[in-house]
């Protein structure tokens, strides 16, 4: 890949929406909706996926350092919903899901107390 490419892909950005529910804003400031604007590529140059959403979200945006409530093994933990632009995420490619301009994430959590 020539240089000027290279650069080109670096400082290209995506923005996405990610909204959280059922509990889990909690864990990124009380606030349910977030606009980010993240690179669309990795350092690696390949185009970012659901993998490194996850992880921006927990190094970048969550606050409380609460990371198990939210993640296992690197993994969403069991009991969160992941949808997809109002797709669940296991149609899409889980992880593997390439992010696109506008893409809508939603993290709902179905874990209740009781």
Known sequence: M?????ETLSNSN?????????????????QRKHILS????????????????I?????????GGRKDMF????????????????ADWELEGEGSYQLQ???NILFVSTLHGG
């Open 2 to 6: 020539e240089a000027s490419t290279q």
């Open 14 to 30: 995506v923005a996405i929406t990610v909204e959280f529910t059922g509990g889990l804003e909690l864990l990124f400031s009380n």
């Open 38 to 53: 993240i690179a669309s590529h990795d350092e690696g140059g390949k185009s970012v996926n659901m993998d490194y959403l």
């Open 55 to 63: 992880s921006y979200l927990c190094n970048n945006v969550m606050k």
């Open 71 to 86: 993640i296992v093994d690197d993994q969403v933990r069991p009991g969160i919903l992941v949808l997809i632009n109002d």
């Open 101 to 103: 301009p506008k893409d």
